[in-house]
């Protein structure tokens, strides 16, 4: 490998921003295939295996040892939505001095990145194996990437280089609790409501009673309430409650007609502290009309702050970031598939938080910097 490390770390996300890997598109498929035949490139044994239709992984064995220590990373990428609306094309790779641009760059191509240089960098220099891992449907859930590999493998420590503007080391993230709201009325002539039991009121007087949900105190678990309180400074005041955003409605017919039926999803994040049984319980005793069903459910997850794993993490990181900070994630990541079989499991990496999933999204250089010397000297301490 020639070149300063950041530099060609940075060409290489560039190189994979180019590539337009949407989730379940089939680009996804020419991401695993540049990965993989990088790898492969700087020696290392590398494969492509496909758990679930549509969903590649490009999967590296690296190293050997008693321990072994899995690197978790994605390809895909959330569409770019309105082209008009980025300043530089989406798909090109646009660097200058300070920033990488282009859907992905930040979620999660320049942590990617990161990820592939370190794993051929040391690749037999340290006395674990490593597992690297670039799945390709995080984006969409994860249930055919990262579900399996977590069943496939024991690793004593996950790594996963989600967004964190070099910064934010993720502990752990919030439950998901979506639902399906139905509520029925009875149709009549629009010029006789009273005729009629309108479905569209009988839902909106439920949504607005539910948004109550978003005040009750949820008690944080000992140990992880700094992380929560910690949070806010990443993702603002959403993350030590219940989340509360009614996203999509659907009901009536005709202008002149009284609704008699009206849908509702409605998208609940739940802190730590709380299981999505506890929460949907809340719901259906909080709405007085609709019926409730779970769309999609995931439990909260975090690894304990005090974990051996996350102290040496943080001493890396403080090695580089001024005051790095243990946080829970607002939203789901791949990582909870780890937690869920109670294999510590750290988040963090390159990436402005605030423009992932967003026009304009973009990755600081000095970023990408900081989370390659981060991991590499933690990486090279291991195992503690
Ligand atoms: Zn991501």
Not at 335 to 356: A, L, Q, W
Request: proline residues 6%.
């Amino acid at each position: 490998m020639s070149g300063r490390p950041v530099d060609e770390i940075v060409r290489i996300a560039s190189d994979l921003v180019r590539i337009p890997s949407v989730s379940d598109s089939g680009g996804v498929y020419a991401a695993v295939d540049f990965v993989a035949a990088w790898l492969k490139e700087r020696g290392v044994k590398a494969r492509i295996a496909e758990y679930g239709k549509g969903a590649p992984v490009a999967i590296a064995e690296a190293g050997s040892g008693k321990r072994s220590i899995l690197l978790n990373g994605h390809v895909d990428v959330v569409p770019a939505g309105d082209p008009s609306r980025w300043k530089h094309d989406p798909f090109s790779g646009k660097m200058d001095k300070d920033y990488l641009y282009g859907r992905g760059a930040g979620d999660m191509k320049a942590g990617l990145a990161v990820f592939m240089y370190l794993t051929a960098e040391l690749a037999g220099r340290v006395d674990y194996k490593i597992i690297f891992t670039a799945v390709s449907d995080e984006e969409v859930g994860g249930a055919r990437g990262a579900k399996n590999t977590a069943e496939r493998y024991r690793p004593d420590l996950v790594l996963d280089c989600e967004a964190g503007n070099s910064r934010f080391i993720g502990l752990g993230e919030k439950g998901i609790l979506q639902v399906r709201l139905v509520t029925n009325g009875i149709s009549a002539h629009g010029s006789m409501p009273s005729r009629g039991k309108n479905a569209i009121m009988l839902m909106l007087d439920d949504l607005k009673r539910l948004s109550a949900i978003a005040k009750l105190k949820v008690r944080a678990p000992k140990g992880i309430a700094e992380a929560l309180k910690n949070s806010t400074m990443a993702y603002g005041p959403d993350v030590p409650i219940i989340s509360y955003n009614p996203s999509v409605i659907n009901g009536g017919v005709k202008i002149n007609v009284v609704p008699d039926c009206c849908e509702a999803y409605v998208d609940m994040r739940i802190p730590p502290g709380m299981s999505t049984a506890k929460g949907l319980g809340i719901v259906r005793s909080i709405v007085k009309s609709a019926a409730v069903t779970v769309h999609s459910s995931a439990e909260p997850n975090y690894t304990e702050p005090g974990d051996p794993y996350v102290a040496g993490f943080v001493k890396a990181a403080k090695r580089y970031v001024a005051n790095p900070i243990r946080i829970i994630k607002a939203g789901g990541t791949d990582g909870r598939f780890f937690r869920y079989k109670g294999i510590p499991t750290i988040s963090f990496g390159p990436g402005d938080v605030r423009t992932i999933h967003a026009y304009n999204e973009r990755a600081a250089l000095k970023d990408i910097a900081t989370s390659y010397k981060v991991y590499r000297d933690y990486m090279l301490a291991l195992p503690l």
